[in-house]
């Protein structure tokens, strides 16, 4: 390698030669030779890009050497002053924490002298530009001084100015200036900035597209995203983050992974995924986000200067998945994480800040949720205090982002301690910063304004203050007018401004008239605003396990509603078109999608076909991301089939006849469940509790003053913990509920069992009424008629929704040719007790086949053969074990013979779309097949047998809680009977699980009043079974120690597939289980 000093110094002298007699022909062409030496030189040092900082400081001495020699006007300078500029830069970057910000003011020095230094109208010139403004990008990066940007953008802009037409680099310099204004946009949060960032981005694409370069198309893409991005934080139009996620997504497919950009474009689509999941808890977002967050943090190196960027944003998604899955070693990892990051970082980093306050958070959510050391909730306080203190002024969300935390953090440590000064300092911080010209638009106003109403409503308990309580309303009330906040913070807002409302109302002794309805009015209005937007909860693409996460948190919105609007003075009609609106989202969801299409067809069949293909995504299983991070998600293409769907509906809506499409019923088509048996949908909240009695010409209500939100929890709960209270439950629900409703619908006596004329009743329960059995309300010991039993027959539906949409359904002819009937006999279930007459009731099934003109089936009884077999069969009977999944309900389960590894679920019949041809009945004779033990999920209708209506199946008899093996086969011998003896048609179903229950009850009843007690009755022997009238019993606590399917058995008399017990039922109750769901 040349010696550099030899070099300046053969510059040196020609350049003074020339500095005197510029006309000198020799001294031009011993300067000439110097400089090539000297770009040779120059040109043999390696790259600052890829050397040591070493390297980089011989760059900038060579140069500035050089650059001192080179006399003023020669073109060469340009290239000097350059090169300079960007050494600089990289040294500055480069030394991290260490880095002098002298280096970066003279980087940007460099550039500012390299401009003029370039002959207008040559290429070098817009180069020159591009060069000053990236360097003032990068020193507003670090000081945030809006000059910087503002100058940036205008060098930018000439720039663009200057490019010739179909110049190859067009595409970059057009992303330069997207990126400056973007930057601009982040500072002044203006709308019209964010604009300005959008066209200048999309220019850079089209650009890039027109000129044929990918790399200028996905570079440019990158940065449309993240202006998307960007611009969604501070407009919440989810819109703009679905566009920037699906650009980016596409954008990745044509970035190599070993470029840089690959790992800065994956990086930014992990960030997006998270916000997502903030917005809509979409767990496939988290789920996402996280891998992408560890593939960037594999693919760069350990001393990647964005690396605590990366650290960083993996402990703050493990966090978001520690609160959504309650796994505490995720909060572990993300405060280690969040450590990690700012020891990796210089003091004045510029996301130290948010860092700092993001770790707090961590700690504080590992104290409340957990470790309640009280180290974590201190050390907490303090790191939001710091990073409080150290916040520009000028950053109003940085700042209102800290003192959300900072709030939370100290009603966290009162709600642990119970000092009240913590609740003074959080209303204090709280207060300072919304009167402190926070823009309206800003997402944290929501939380800060939901924050205060939070903090303050706490301190109104603890002192008895009720301007507190009054003024922590009006805070609820503008959080949920914040329109940039998330909807779940909107919602809950909504709903503890009614709340608020309510106490205000209990605290005065005796009001009047007025004074209530005025009350009632602004809790009805609070909560229809929670409810006009809760189904955005729960999107068509989203999984129905992360649907059901989010509505759980707001179960009972819809009764709520409904009753308040009650209160409120408003029509019975308006309150059930409420009612209907927040129950049953998931599976109203499902109907839409498998609603008939034939009408449609008739009249537009390409819209038709459209929709068909649209919904068969939709509804199809949903595709989970790889370990490794597939970026073509199964969620990605449904988003996109979402929107393609909702613009459908908006075409098809506009022609006439169409209106109504999809739409929620109207009153009008709400009655139209109603016809030819009316529907009773009983509401219940802590509000009050009424029966909407539904007739094909009115909608009537009646008020139930005497049955009880807290009454009817109460007894769901000692009902379950003692069986044997079951009787008493009964006459209160005769009491309180049924014999009132009956009554108002003139069923006002008992039938005689052989009386044509017998009424037929939908039950529609509300909320935990769920779990109790309207059905089977009355007083059946005084053979008094005084029961529902003994006065009407009973059906049960989810919602009138489902009733309606079961109606709108072609019923097949299913007596008019043979038929099919899968049969399942799980006599003998791996790892749970045998069931002797499982075979006995499908052997029973089995004879009277012919009668049915059905061809039994009996299927290899695994999942993948029962499922296989669904679609052709017109009767699925299953006789077996059935569990109830206290956690998720759409885990509930029939057990096949590899229900260890495989068990048949609600979610895998849900699945199921047998629409086209619809089986006529699904028989669950198993435990529990009607239940779902998640009260929050109660009105969501989340079991097996409402899974079968879904799949298409027509009718379903299933059980709300453990039946009696031998009893099971009494209530099937009697059902089939009946549709042997009338035909296979609706009113046969209903009528034939109502005989048999009646008979099963009088039989046992009969026993108990003649004073036999527990005396067994005589079970439905080997011979026996095919006879009529035979009552067979066998005791639930029954322990056979055989086991027939291997393995470990629990012994049990049961069908409950859990292989536990519940405490012995009076024997007069064994046929109270079974329900019938249909049309």
């Not at 030496?37 to 040591?52: D, F, I, N, V, Y």
């Not at 060098?155 to 601009?184: F, H, T």
């Not at 960030?271 to 943090?297: C, H, K, N, P, W």
């Not at 957990?370 to 409080?388: H, V, Y």
Request: hydrophobic share 40%; charged share 25%; aromatic share 6%.
């Amino acid at each position: 390698m040349e010696n550099i000093a030899d070099i300046v110094e053969l510059i040196r002298q020609p350049a003074e030669v020339l500095s005197q007699h510029p006309d000198d022909l020799g001294a031009k062409k011993s300067l000439e030779k110097a400089i090539k030496a000297a770009k040779r030189a120059l040109e043999q040092l390696p790259s600052g890009l890829t050397g040591s900082l070493q390297d980089v400081d011989v760059i900038i001495e060579w140069n500035e050497q050089v650059l001192s020699v080179v006399p003023e006007k020669h073109a060469f300078r340009a290239t000097l002053l350059g090169d300079l500029s960007v050494a600089f830069y990289q040294r500055f970057s480069m030394m991290g924490s260490d880095g002098n910000v002298d280096d970066l003011n003279r980087a940007v020095q460099l550039a500012e002298e390299n401009v003029p230094a370039t002959r207008p109208g040559t290429e070098q010139r817009i180069f020159a530009l591009a060069n000053l403004n990236t360097m003032l990008q990068n020193r507003y990066d670090y000081t945030r001084d809006k000059k910087d940007i503002t100058r940036a953008i205008s060098v930018g802009e000439d720039a663009v100015l200057r490019i010739p037409e179909d110049w190859r680099y067009a595409a970059l310099i057009l992303r330069q200036l997207a990126i400056s204004r973007a930057k601009l946009f982040e500072h002044t949060h203006s709308l019209e900035d964010a604009q300005r960032a959008l066209e200048a981005a999309e220019s850079a694409v089209m650009k890039a597209e027109s000129l044929g370069d990918k790399a200028g198309v996905a570079l440019g893409s990158n940065t449309l995203a993240r202006i998307l991005g960007r611009r969604f934080e501070q407009t919440a139009n989810m819109e703009d983050l679905d566009r920037a996620v699906s650009v980016l997504t596409d954008t990745m497919k044509l970035i190599p992974k070993s470029m840089i950009d690959y790992v800065v474009g994956l990086s930014y689509l992990a960030t997006l995924l998270g916000i997502r999941f903030e917005q809509q808890g979409d767990v496939d977002d988290l789920t996402a986000s996280i891998s992408y967050t560890m593939s960037v943090l594999q693919l760069m190196s350990k001393d990647d200067s964005d690396r605590p960027v990366q650290l960083y944003n993996l402990a703050n998604r493990l966090a978001e998945r520690a609160q959504y899955t309650g796994i505490l070693s995720d909060l572990d990892d993300a405060v280690d994480y969040g450590q990690q990051a700012l020891h990796l970082v210089r003091p004045n980093h510029p996301e130290r800040t948010n860092w700092l306050r993001g770790l707090s958070q961590f700690l504080g959510m590992r104290f409340s949720m957990g470790s309640k050391n009280p180290d974590d909730i201190q050390q907490a306080i303090d790191l939001s205090r710091q990073a409080a203190k150290a916040v520009d002024h000028d950053d109003v969300g940085m700042r209102a982002a800290l003192v959300n935390v900072l709030s939370n953090l100290l009603k966290e440590k009162y709600d642990q301690y119970g000092e009240v000064s913590n609740l003074d300092e959080a209303i204090d911080v709280l207060g300072e910063v919304l009167s402190g010209g926070l823009p309206e638009t800003l997402p944290e106003r929501g939380y800060l304004e939901f924050g205060l109403g939070n903090v303050l409503h706490t301190r109104s308990h603890h002192t008895g203050d009720a301007t507190d309580l009054e003024t922590s309303r009006g805070a609820f009330q503008r959080a949920w007018d914040s329109r940039t906040a998330p909807l779940t913070i909107r919602i809950e807002a909504a709903v503890r401004a009614a709340e608020v409302a309510k106490e205000r109302l209990e605290s005065h002794d005796s009001p009047d008239a007025s004074l209530l309805l005025r009350y009632w009015t602004e809790i009805s209005s609070d909560l229809d605003h929670a409810l006009s937007v809760f189904h955005a909860l729960s999107p068509r693409h989203m999984q129905n396990v992360n649907k059901q996460q989010m509505l759980k948190r707001f179960a009972g919105l819809g009764a709520h509603a409904a009753a308040a609007a009650l209160s409120a003075g408003k029509e019975a009609s308006y309150a059930l078109q409420q009612l209907e609106l927040g129950r049953g989202v998931i599976s109203g969801l499902v109907l839409d999608l498998r609603t008939d299409l034939s009408f449609l067809r008739e009249t537009h069949s390409e819209w038709a076909d459209q929709l068909f293909s649209l919904r068969n995504m939709l509804d199809a299983g949903h595709t989970t991301l790889s370990p490794t991070g597939s970026l073509e998600s199964g969620t990605q293409a449904r988003r996109r089939a979402e929107k393609d769907f909702e613009s459908l509906l908006t075409k098809i809506r506009s022609k006439k006849g169409f209106e109504r499409f999809l739409l929620p019923p109207t009153v009008e088509q709400l009655m139209e469940a109603a016809d030819p048996d009316p529907a009773v949908v009983v509401n219940v909240s802590s509000f009050r509790c009424d029966a909407f009695i539904v007739e094909k010409h009115r909608i009537k209500l009646l008020e139930l003053p005497f049955l009880s939100l807290k009454d009817i929890q109460a007894y769901a709960k000692g009902l379950k913990d003692r069986p044997d209270l079951l009787s008493s439950v009964l006459e209160w629900l005769w009491t309180s509920a049924v014999h009132p409703i009956l009554d108002a619908l003139g069923f006002d006596r008992p039938l005689a069992v052989d009386e044509d004329s017998w009424p037929h009743i939908w039950w529609i329960p509300v909320g935990p009424l769920n779990s109790l059995p309207l059905h089977a309300a009355g007083y059946h010991n005084k053979h008094s008629g005084e029961t529902a039993l003994d006065r009407v027959m009973s059906s049960y539906s989810s919602s009138l929704k489902s009733l309606l949409a079961g109606r709108r359904q072609t019923m097949p002819q299913y007596g008019s040719g043979p038929i099919n009937a899968l049969l399942v006999s799980m006599k003998s279930t791996p790892y749970r007790s045998p069931l002797r007459y499982a075979e006995l009731e499908v052997a029973m099934l089995e004879k009277l086949c012919p009668a049915l003109n059905a061809t039994p089936i009996r299927p290899v009884q695994d999942k993948a053969n029962v499922l296989a077999q669904l679609s052709s069969c017109d009767i699925f009977h299953f006789a077996g074990h059935g569990t109830s999944n206290p956690l998720d309900p759409s885990q509930s389960a029939l057990l096949l013979s590899d229900w260890e590894k495989s068990p048949l679920t609600v979610e895998d019949l849900r699945n199921e779309k047998l629409q086209e041809k619809p089986p006529f009945l699904a028989y669950l004779s198993a435990c529990s097949t009607g239940a779902n033990e998640v009260l929050g999920l109660v009105d969501e209708g989340i079991h097996l047998g409402y899974a079968c209506q879904l799949a298409g199946f027509r009718h379903v008899v299933g059980t709300l809680w453990t039946v009696s093996d031998p009893f099971c086969v009494n209530v099937a011998q009697k059902f089939y009977e009946t549709i042997r003896n009338e035909g296979k048609t609706d009113t046969a179903v209903h009528r034939g699980l109502h005989l048999a229950l009646r008979e099963l009850r009088d039989v046992q009843v009969g026993a108990n009043t003649r004073g036999s007690g527990t005396d067994v009755i005589d079970a439905v022997g080997p011979g026996d079974e095919g006879k009529e009238g035979t009552i067979s019993r066998r005791d639930v606590n029954d322990n056979d120690d055989s086991n027939d399917g291997g393995g470990t058995a629990v012994s049990s008399g049961s069908r409950k597939g859990d292989g536990v017990d519940d405490e012995e039922p009076s024997m007069n109750s064994l046929w109270v289980p079974f329900v019938h769901f249909g049309v």
